[in-house]
């Protein structure tokens, strides 16, 4: 029975197809230039489509009513194509569609669809779309722009609604569908340009040959592995590992070989025999055209190798049939309506390199003004959906929607601008002063916090959490001071210090900092390092659905908080991890997410996707919306409230000179597994100490009542983090870990727990700094070392001679209180103290959820 359920879910289109191939007449064929239009298509209506005539035009209506049984449907027209003329090319199709009261889906991917479905033979099913809007809008052109698979012989276009209530209009004298045409012919090139791109060029070759090339020995084994035809022995050329492609080797072959043959001091340094082999290594990828089925690797990966390739090498490649089939490949990278943020950047730096080797100016202008038009702040609408990305007001890097990505796409954002700066130097193409701003809040406002001794903070990592991920995050990222440093025209001192504290130096950054529009918070002292990850209905959780990486990693924006000193406490912990146990989380210990359960779901296995085996959705957002800080610079207050998978919980975190506090209140649970919230989980170190309600490890201390220690080795295996990898990669860390179990379905409990770095046993024993003042679900409250109040109200309510009149997270103290409304709604709040009551008008639009500064006189 499973056997057949999973083959029906596999066929589902391709039988839809033969359905409808049944339904009405065969598939339209387009001319020898193709292009279609759509009184050229028979179309298929389903129950709540139809085709109208007005003003001499033709509209498809699509009405779905609200209360539809039917409505998660594919509520659309269909016409079947002959893509055999479209095969191998870039498909461009579009209509114009208006909506009215469009309903958001369960799935991001359905509302209003404009989609071809068709099955590749070699690559199987392909689903290229246009982006769906949703709600009520006017007018507006969605477009599909693809690559059509070589092997491409039949598809479906569909055009409608899907899992959407609501009308859709599609206006079908607009609808194209035919091929992307190729650039207007190149104009000649002034001196003056020729000489900024012979710069350019120069710059970009350098920068290449600063990667040191491989040994003679490992050279001349390459060339020996080399084939006849250009191929490489020990490379799978059938593989489609969508993370880690196979045959993507080849190219990196190639390029190894040209660094050896363009370094000026290497020993083969122009020798023919390793000249010969880039040559026929190229020519192979040239004529077969290998693709992937994940478009990184076709749109970004191959045509930058394929580009260096051709930078290092010119005199390998002159003008001729040759170097013009290595261009096509370097073609493959074009501008495309899913393209956002650091993907758009990549895209335009893979046209630009392409067109600076054509000498191509249009191209390459256009290629320049995308990539600098990325460096600016992100977008104020849509922030929710899986396109929003970039620059936040907080500081942060957003893609795939409103989530941290300091890591994954905004590391390499950063990287990518750092170098094109260097590049356009001096040129026509330099930063703006306005770019270079912007680009300084984004180091300064947010790369900087989160690196401690040279690494990146896991949390901030992104999806990508595998063996040395916060190193290796962690040395690009410095890489990237350096080169913004060597470009910027402004001042360098914070850039020296950025660069100073990261290489061995003493940290000078101290303070707090909450990145609002992102539910992170980061606090530093002197000596050590915290941070708490959470997430809300405005934030989205941290992926662990996108090319099999981070399997494991469902709750790792839940609230997890991570304490280092060193900096080495969780290096390369992550695969030992019990991912229901992490530090700082109160979660049910869901046997879904071990990796035995995982392995049974089949992650990564046989270079096949994971067939999801549980009834747990994927998370767009988090659930709740009383999520979000206050912070005075030093101090800083953190609130998660959870509800999430059977649990609900209010979570506070307060971070002091000399201490982390965690609360917990309200911790209910239907959930049928053991409920536990975790003090820390890291890599043993040494001497354990313990006493009357405390523990000590590592130079950290830890008290709280009802604390339970497990230590001992945990294996792991590497391939429930990195998604590329086939075969078990296992491994075994020692760990630590301190919980405070709740036991199966809770009700109303809670608890209380100071971390103390760098306290000594003794201190820790007789902790007599900061003290809890409430634990309820109302309020949480502590008084940190000073004598500032920490506090976080779920209601409104009194503490001492502090009152608020709405819920919220404030910091009281001195003559200020700082005020925040975790849920970023509210427009203002009354506080009263020591008799005196203020009206506080609180952030909006971007600031909104940000602290503000009240002051009592």
């Known amino acids: 029975m499973k056997e057949e359920k999973r083959m029906l879910k596999r066929w589902k289109w391709a039988a839809l197809a033969v359905v409808l ?232 072959n190639a390029l190894r070989l040209a660094r050896v043959w363009a370094a000026p001091d290497h020993p ?9 082999a880039v040559q026929k290594a190229v020519n192979w990828w040239s004529g077969q055209r290998p693709m992937s089925s994940n478009w990184w690797w076709n749109d970004m990966s191959v045509p930058q190798t394929m580009g260096d390739i051709l930078l290092l090498t010119p005199e390998l490649f002159p003008e001729g049939p040759v170097r013009t089939a290595a261009l096509r490949v370097c073609r493959q990278a074009k501008f495309m309506p899913r393209y956002t943020g650091n993907n758009r950047v990549f895209i335009a730096a893979n046209i630009f390199r392409r067109a600076l080797l054509e000498r191509n ?51 390499e954002f950063f990287s990518n601008i750092g170098y094109w700066s260097n590049i356009w130097k001096g040129t ?3 930063l703006s002063p306005e770019q270079w701003e912007i680009m300084r809040h984004l180091a300064f406002n947010g790369f900087q916090w989160v690196l401690w001794n040279g690494d990146m903070d896991l949390l901030a990592c992104g999806r990508q959490l595998g063996r040395r991920a916060g190193k290796n995050k962690g040395l690009r990222t410095v890489a990237t001071f350096d080169r ?48 708490v990850r959470m997430n809300s209905v405005r934030v989205r959780p941290i992926e662990d659905d996108t090319n099999w990486d981070n399997a494991l990693g469902r709750y790792f924006s839940d609230g997890v908080c991570l304490v280092m000193r060193s900096g080495r406490e969780y290096e390369d912990i992550t695969a030992c991890w019990d991912w229901t146990r992490l530090p700082g989380t109160t979660l049910p210990k869901t046997p879904i997410y071990t990796p035995e359960e995982s392995a049974r779901r089949g992650v990564r296995s046989g270079g096949k996707p994971p067939r999801w085996t549980h009834s747990v959705k994927f998370r767009r957002l988090g659930e709740t919306d009383f999520v ?17 998978d059977g649990v609900k919980a209010r979570k506070g975190y307060f971070f002091d000179t000399n201490a982390v506090y965690e609360l917990g209140s ?36 830890y008290r709280g009542v009802g604390m339970k220690l497990e230590t001992g080795k945990r294996e792991g295996d590497w391939r429930y983090l990195e998604g590329g990898l086939a075969e078990p990669v296992p491994v075994v860390q020692d760990l630590f870990t301190l919980t405070v179990d709740h036991g199966l379905r809770p009700q ?44 976080i109200f779920y209601a409104p309510g009194t503490l001492g001679d502090f009152t608020t009149d709405s819920p919220g997270v404030f910091l009281i103290g001195g003559e200020q209180v700082y005020a925040a409304d975790p849920t970023a709604k509210l427009k203002s709040m009354t506080l009263r103290r020591n008799g005196v009551s203020k009206t506080v008008e609180l952030p909006s639009g971007e600031q909104a959820g940000s602290t503000v500064e009240v002051r009592f006189r």
């Open 484 to 531: 913004l440093r060597n470009a910027d025209p402004g001042p360098h001192e914070r850039y020296d210090a950025a660069l100073e504290r990261n290489r061995g130096g003493k940290n000078t950054l101290v303070g707090n900092r909450h990145f609002w529009n992102s539910d992170y918070m980061v606090h530093r002292r002197p000596e050590w390092y915290a941070a």
């Open 428 to 430: 026509r193409w330099e």
């Open 628 to 644: 979000g800080g206050a912070t005075d610079g030093t101090h800083g207050v953190a609130v998660f409230t959870m509800n999430l």
């Open 361 to 411: 100016v249009a191209p390459l202008t256009e290629a320049a003004a995308a990539l600098s038009e990325e460096i600016r702040m992100a977008p104020v609408d849509d922030k929710t959906s899986w396109a929003f990305g970039g620059i936040r007001a907080d500081g942060c890097y957003h893609q795939h929607g409103p989530q941290i990505q300091f890591g994954n796409y905004g590391g």
């Open 748 to 791: 109303n409990a809670s608890y209380t727990f100071a971390i103390l770095p760098g306290a000594t046993p003794e201190e820790t024993a007789g902790w007599k700094n900061g003290r809890i003042l409430a634990c309820t679900v109302e309020l949480q409250a502590v008084e940190f070392a000073d004598g500032t109040t920490g506090a």
């Open 21 to 252: 191939a049944g339904a009405f007449s065969p598939a339209v064929r387009a001319a020898e230039n193709p292009e279609l239009k759509a009184n050229q298509l028979n179309w298929k209506l389903t129950r709540y489509c139809k085709i109208v005539d007005r003003d001499g035009k033709q509209f498809l209506q699509v009405d779905v009513p609200k209360d539809a049984k039917d409505v998660n449907r594919q509520n659309c027209a269909f016409a079947i194509i002959d893509l055999k003329p479209f095969a191998g090319k870039t498909l461009q199709a579009s209509v114009r569609v208006r909506g009215r009261n469009v309903s958001k889906p369960p799935q991001p991917y359905n509302g209003v669809k404009f989609l071809l479905y068709y099955k590749s033979p070699k690559r199987g099913e392909q689903w290229p779309g246009a982006v769906n809007p949703q709600g009520t809008f006017d007018w507006r052109e969605t477009k599909i722009v693809e690559d059509i698979l070589p092997d491409a012989a039949e598809g479906v276009l569909r055009l409608g609604l899907q899992d959407s209530s609501g009308q859709a209009e599609f206006d079908l004298s607009t609808f194209r569908f035919g091929v992307l045409g190729e650039e207007t012919e190149k104009v000649p090139v002034t001196p003056e340009t020729a000489k900024e791109l012979d710069l350019i060029e120069s710059r970009m070759r350098e920068r290449l040959l600063t990667v040191a090339p491989i040994s003679k020995e490992e050279a001349l084994e390459l060339v020996a592995a080399q084939r006849t035809d250009g191929t490489f022995s020990g490379i799978d050329y059938d593989d489609d590992n969508r993370s880690v492609w196979l045959v993507a080797r080849h190219l990196g």
């Open 666 to 701: 309200g911790i209910t649970a239907s959930s049928p597994h053991p409920v536990a919230s975790t003090v820390n989980s890291c890599l043993r170190n040494g001497e354990i100490r313990q006493g009357d309600n405390w523990f000590w490890h590592d130079g950290i201390g």
């Open 268 to 276: 083969l340094h122009h020798d023919e025999a390793i000249g010969r």
